[in-house]
């Protein structure tokens, strides 16, 4: 249903383009936001997840074998003291 009231359709047309402003701003903020998060995240020098994990085993992995020989050290050093 068309109107033929002018004003109408101009304030029509207004909502329009004020709802395509509005959609237009809020994906350039969104850019924007992300691109400086970004930036902000890597600025900071995160570890990946993987490499996180992958350091995580080897501490885990050195600190058992560090566990046996501090236990193997401790038996051979009762076995040599009378």
């Given at each position: 249903m068309q109107s033929?009231?002018?004003f109408l359709d101009?304030?029509?047309k207004l909502f329009t383009d004020a709802t395509g402003a509005a959609q237009?701003?809020?994906s350039e903020f969104?850019?924007?936001?992300k691109h400086?998060?970004?930036?902000?995240?890597?600025?900071?020098?995160?570890v990946p997840r993987d490499e996180f994990e992958?350091?995580?085993?080897?501490a885990a992995k050195a600190r058992e074998e560090?566990?046996?020989?501090?236990?193997?050290?401790?038996?051979?050093?009762r076995r040599t003291t009378p």
């Open positions: 033929d009231n002018p101009g304030l029509a237009g701003a809020r969104e850019s924007f936001l400086h998060l970004e930036k902000l995240i890597a600025d900071m020098n995160f992958a350091v995580k085993a080897m560090n566990e046996q020989l501090a236990a193997r050290i401790e038996a051979l050093e």
